[in-house]
């Protein structure tokens, strides 16, 4: 499962936040791609298409291809999960199994856009979510089958915000592309979107105001404590579920009076997704040790599979910090792109190397350079 929301301070400033849920930690890494980078995305059958990057951004990655001896990983193997370059453009792929289907022909002469690669080039190469929007009117973008996760064609959703709060979701839905305007700022996993937007009709009785007392007959009923506005959200993990209370939490968390209590803020309520160990488990036995992203198994070696929280992100799209946490950690460790902006080279970081860390680790981002 995964969770993204936007939030805004007083100032009308932008917030990011999002969680990413599996049963198994994998190698993620986190890589500054400095402006001036060549990318190339590939797909079987067509020419390949080249661009430079014009943003530096920095990533949470996964690599994209299984090394060999011959071809050992590089830093362009490395495929964005979650992103934010300079101008606080952000990108998000978040669990989408319905993707994969019948595709667009798209003539053999020209170059498309592998989805593997939405992130790198989304983050390199535009400003704000209209530049991304018009740009994707215009480039063909295929879904691949990922030998990573056992040939399934990449079952994910995309979402992109830029710093003044706009918000696009890129969604494959049974192989068609679609693009939706997002007014709401929020994105989980399946169903479609648009079926998360009707699914909100449902819930125009939510306030964040308690109701405290009631009279039945001649007995007043009166609540021992607060909270009672919260009885109308959904209790599961689900998707759907966690797309009400995202919007929920969206819309009425008190708005912060400064950059720093607005990061705080949004950890606080980024904190209402977070997801131990164990919480839900799956036995195989009941169609269950999965992962939500088909194709990855857990080990063989546990006897059910259960979903937590891997890592969450915090992204200041206006001071350009980006924040993360791991599952080993309570703290966020933060880096700082206007400190990375000036830089000329490729850094990548295992994400366990700040397990436990916390405060500032642009530093420490710097000295690891890519092979």
Known sequence: MCTSLIYRD???????GRTLELTTDLPYQVVYFPAGVPFSSESEGHPALKFTGKYGFVAVTMPGRLPTAEAPLGFQDLKPLEGMNENGLTFSLLSYPAAGGAQKAVAATQAVLSATDLGSWALSQFATV?????????????????ALLGGVESPFHYVVHDASGACLVIEFNKGEMKLYDNPVGVMTNGPEFSWHLTNLDNYTFLSNVDKTSATFGSYKA????????TAGLPASNTSVGRFVRAAYYAQYTEKA????????????????FDRPRGVTIDYPSEDGGHLEVAGLSNSSSEAYATEFTCWTNLS???RRRFYLR??????YTCFDLNELAGSK???VLQMDKFDGLSADATDL???????
Do not use: C, W
């Open 365 to 371: 981002l710097k000295q690891a350079k890519a092979a």
């Open 316 to 318: 200041d799209l206006a």
């Open 257 to 272: 009076k400064t950059a720093d209590q607005a990061v705080q803020t949004l950890a606080h309520v980024m904190n209402n």
């Open 326 to 331: 791991t599952y080993r950690s309570l703290n």
């Open 10 to 16: 007083v100032s009308d400033n932008v917030y990011f």
């Open 130 to 146: 209209a530049e991304v929007k018009q740009a994707l009117g215009e480039q063909p973008v295929l879904l691949e089958a990922l």
């Open 222 to 229: 009166v609540q021992p404590d607060s909270g009672i506005a």
């Open 345 to 347: 080279e490729v850094f």
